[in-house]
């Protein structure tokens, strides 16, 4: 199993809803301990390879850093879990991604923005987080994209999105269109 955090890769490419504190991201650093219990499928992942895709039903998924990001909306669609259930209110044929509702918010700059000056200007100045909604779209989208899934209660806990919904955020906006910097200067 890969040890690495992110493997020195982009550190934005975080594909939970809360990207954790520098305290944390440092504890975590320094333990090496990898969560690889995926919490949507309800299964533990350790000791699938997460640059391999072969787990992958819907044609659309790529490698990732680590076990927990690597599975499938396919898989979704077999599991039981109430996070999985959430994923139902997503009608698709062969992928997540072909799904209206989930392209309009994934392709929709003007809203993602719109959602980033909001939970800034909504939120408490000084959270860290709402810091680097406004500097990063991936981030601030994979945000967006867990609190249309799994609603508001769920948006805290770290529930990752499969691997197909993550590649379709990191190719509509790679590292070399990041040029958003927050609207609302406080
Ligand atoms: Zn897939
Ligand atoms: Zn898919």
């Not at 333990?31 to 044609?59: E, H, Q, S």
């Not at 992928?95 to 392209?103: G, P, Q």
């Not at 929709?108 to 980033?116: A, C, M, Q």
């Not at 806990?157 to 990191?170: D, G």
Request: aromatic share 10%; hydrophobic share 30%.
């Amino acid at each position: 199993m890969n040890s690495d955090v992110n493997n020195g890769e982009n550190p934005w490419d975080n594909v939970f809803a809360s990207y954790p504190s520098a305290q944390r991201l440092q504890r975590y650093q320094s333990t090496k301990k990898i969560v690889t219990f995926n919490k949507v499928l309800g299964v533990d992942l350790d000791g699938r390879d997460p640059k391999a895709t072969d787990y992958c039903g819907c044609g659309n998924c790529q490698p990732m850093n680590s076990p927990v990001e690597a599975f499938c909306c396919a898989e979704i669609l077999q599991a039981s879990t109430s996070a999985a259930e959430n994923y139902t209110k997503f009608s698709y044929e062969s992928c997540l991604c072909e799904n209206e509702t989930i392209k309009n918010v994934v392709e929709n700059l003007t809203e993602l923005k719109l959602f980033i000056d909001t939970c800034k200007w909504l939120g408490n100045q000084d959270d860290e987080e709402i810091d680097l909604l406004t500097k990063n779209y991936r981030f601030a989208l994979y945000k967006k994209l867990t609190l249309l899934i799994h609603g508001p209660k769920q948006a805290n806990e770290r529930l990752p999105l499969p691997s197909c919904l993550v590649s379709f955020v990191r190719s509509t906006y790679p590292d070399e269109d990041e040029e958003y910097v927050g609207f609302l200067d406080y």
